[in-house]
C-alpha cells in the first residue's frame, strides 16, 4: 500500500514539475515574412544620350505671296504647304528634386521637310515653281517636368534653328528657263510637351510634339516657317 501511494506522489510531482517547465517556457515567436525587395525607383538625374525619329507638317508664307495679284502672277495656293521625316540625336543633363525634374536638352535632326507650289503669269508668258524644304533642325531646349517614380511628363521650349533651302524655277513661252537657289540657316523659337518612360533603370522611352516658328528674310521679302512636329525617341541615361 505505502509503494502504491509512493507511487502515485512521484507521479504527480513529476506532472506538476512538468506543467511548471511548460508555464515557464516562452511561447514561440512567429515571425513576419521577409518582404520581396521592391523595384529600384528610376532617377532621372544625370547626363543622357539618345536617338529620335518621326515627322511633321506645316506650312511656309511669305509676302510675295500675299501680294502676287499686284504682279501679275497667280498661284496655286497662298501659301506652301510642307511635310516630311526628320531623325537625329539629343544629348541632355537633368536634375531631380523630390518629383520635379528640370534641365536642358539640344537635338539635331536630319530629313527632308518640302513643300512647293505653281505659278504662272496671267498672261500666259511663262510659269514656274517655288520649292521649299527644311533638311536640318536643331533646338537647345529647358526642359520641367513632374516624375511619377519611372513616367516622367515635361513641357520644353527654347531656340530653334533650320537649315533652309528655296528654288524658284520660270519657264517662258519660247522655252528658256531661269533657275534660282538659295541656302541659309534660319533662326527661331520652339514650343512642345512630353513625356518618358523608364523600361530600364538607365533606359528610357519618349514621346514628344514640338511647335516651331522659324523666320528669315529671302531677296527682300520676309518667309515664315510654321512646323508641327511628332516625334519618338530613346534615351540612355549616364
Partial sequence: MKRIL??????????????????????????????????????????????HGGGGMGDV????????????????ARKMDRSGALGGVQAGFALQSGSIVYGVEGDLGFG??????????????????????????????GRLGYAFDGLLIYGTGGFATGYHEAKATEVNTTGTARFGRLTEWTPGWTLGLGGEYAVMPNVSLKMEYLYAHLNNTILGQSVTHKMNLLRAGVNYRF
Avoid: H, K, N
Avoid at 512538468?18 to 528610376?42: E, F, N, Y
Avoid at 508664307?61 to 496655286?76: D, M, W
Avoid at 504662272?120 to 533646338?139: H, P, V, W
Fill in 112 to 141: 527632308a521637310m518640302r513643300g512647293r507650289i505653281d505659278v504662272r503669269a496671267q498672261d500666259g508668258s511663262s510659269s514656274g515653281r517655288l520649292e521649299s524644304t527644311i533638311s536640318i533642325l536643331g533646338t537647345v531646349r
Fill in 61 to 76: 508664307t511669305t509676302t510675295a505671296l500675299s501680294e502676287l495679284a499686284s504682279q501679275s502672277l497667280i498661284a496655286s
Fill in 6 to 51: 509512493f507511487s502515485c506522489v512521484l507521479t504527480l510531482c513529476a506532472g506538476s514539475a512538468l506543467g511548471a517547465d511548460l508555464l515557464r517556457s516562452s511561447p514561440p515567436v512567429i515571425r513576419a515574412p521577409t518582404p520581396l525587395s521592391s523595384a529600384p525607383v528610376s532617377s532621372w538625374s544625370g547626363f543622357y544620350l539618345g536617338v
